[in-house]
């Protein structure tokens, strides 16, 4: 795989690549983005399709303060962390991370070297 490839050939390439990856991707996507979770699948009465009822989207952060599993101490941690993402912020700096990966990509003629 390239990731690979890049691991052995580029470690400033590939350190770029878990950058983005890492902490600003996980607060889009926990924070930011929300999705819906299957809560049923019925067979449709020709018993050949299936119907799936969804239940309402909420982000996965959403879902942990709905949770009355996680303790209160967590959710005040969640609370926190929330109330300090920028959806524009953190979509900037993933954007300039894959941009600086790109523009050093094309910098080098063969990755494979």
């Given at each position: 795989?390239?990731?690979?490839?890049?691991?052995?050939?580029?470690?400033?390439?590939?350190?770029?690549?878990?950058?983005?990856?890492g902490m600003p991707m996980n607060l889009k996507h926990n924070y930011m983005i929300p999705c819906r979770?299957?809560?049923n699948r019925e067979l449709k009465k020709d018993k050949?399709?299936?119907r799936r009822v969804y239940d309402k989207a909420k982000t996965p952060?959403?879902?942990?303060?709905?949770?009355?599993?996680?303790?209160?101490?967590?959710k005040q941690?969640?609370?926190a962390t929330a109330e300090g993402c920028n959806f524009v912020k953190i979509s900037v700096?993933?954007?300039?991370?894959?941009?600086?990966?790109y523009e050093r990509l094309a910098r080098r003629e063969n990755i494979y070297d």
């Amino acid at each position: 795989s390239i990731m690979g490839v890049m691991e052995q050939n580029s470690k400033h390439l590939f350190c770029l690549l878990v950058n983005f990856y890492g902490m600003p991707m996980n607060l889009k996507h926990n924070y930011m983005i929300p999705c819906r979770v299957l809560v049923n699948r019925e067979l449709k009465k020709d018993k050949q399709r299936y119907r799936r009822v969804y239940d309402k989207a909420k982000t996965p952060a959403e879902r942990l303060l709905a949770s009355p599993e996680v303790s209160e101490e967590n959710k005040q941690r969640i609370r926190a962390t929330a109330e300090g993402c920028n959806f524009v912020k953190i979509s900037v700096k993933l954007k300039a991370t894959l941009d600086k990966f790109y523009e050093r990509l094309a910098r080098r003629e063969n990755i494979y070297d």
